[in-house]
């Protein structure tokens, strides 16, 4: 089954946008997994005024297939791309790096006290990760990122859960709306085509991670176009069931 026929089978009248959220937390495992799954969409809020944060839950030290590289180097590295990453995006929250091992994040209940106190302590309208529904997703820390995201966002709204950080001078929190990226059933769409260069430049600022998810971007201009092309694609084949040219799919939850 291709890209196109996967997300066309979730052929839904398209929603009505989102009105730009005044705040957005992304949730993502890695550096670089909001822009993969929402760097139009948060370059786009960020424009019209939106303060856009992440939370990066690991330090990324495994990500990379070069047999020679010093993890603890990496991780240094990764942090910096996250930072350039989340400039060109105009991410002018906070950046927030809780350094769990890269690969061994788990779903406890420690990772979940820690996404829903910065829900609290940030207050988004939005928040923003991983869709744990997602079948064979085939990456442990993302689907633990997403249970993180759903389950923090409950745990959040709720004021018996956590009462210690009640007690600290936090107060509850309910987001208006959850966006889950890289959805098993994509139910809502936004426009990618006005900042799909923003992402891509965005993600392009990950240069460790050229090799390896972007097949050598950074090697030369054949090679950056084949990168393009294939996010094009990707863009497409997410925006046709929404008669977008461009889109990032998301389902869409109201907690």
Not at 216 to 233: D, I, K, N, P, T
């Amino acid at each position: 089954m291709t890209q196109a026929n996967i997300f066309s089978e979730a052929r839904l009248e398209r929603p009505e946008p989102l009105e730009t959220p005044e705040r957005v937390l992304t949730i993502g495992a890695h550096p670089d997994d909001a822009e993969f799954g929402a760097g139009a969409t948060l370059a786009k809020w960020a424009a019209a005024g939106a303060e856009i944060s992440m939370l990066i839950l690991t330090d990324g030290s495994k990500g990379s297939w070069d047999p020679d590289i010093d993890p603890n180097v990496l991780a240094v590295q990764r942090r910096r791309e996250q930072e350039e990453a989340a400039a060109r995006l105009g991410a002018r929250g906070e950046l927030v790096f809780l350094d769990h091992v890269d690969g061994e994040l788990e779903h406890t209940m420690d990772l979940r006290a820690e996404t829903c106190l910065w829900i609290r302590r940030l207050r988004p309208t939005v928040v923003m990760g991983f869709d744990p529904w997602k079948n064979y997703m085939l990456h442990p820390d993302h689907r633990a990122a997403g249970w993180a995201v759903v389950d923090g966002v409950v745990a959040a709204r709720d004021h018996l859960f956590y009462p210690e950080q009640l007690s600290e001078g936090l107060a509850k929190h309910r987001p208006e709306a959850v966006l889950l990226w890289v959805p098993e059933a994509p139910d809502y769409w936004e426009d990618a085509s006005p900042t799909f260069e923003t992402k891509i430049d965005a993600l392009l600022c990950h240069s460790s991670q050229t090799q390896s998810t972007m097949k050598s971007a950074l090697s030369g201009e054949e090679q950056r176009a084949q990168f393009v092309e294939r996010m094009l694609s990707w863009g497409r084949a997410m925006g046709e069931p929404a008669g977008l040219e461009l889109a990032e799919a998301f389902k869409l939850i109201r907690p």
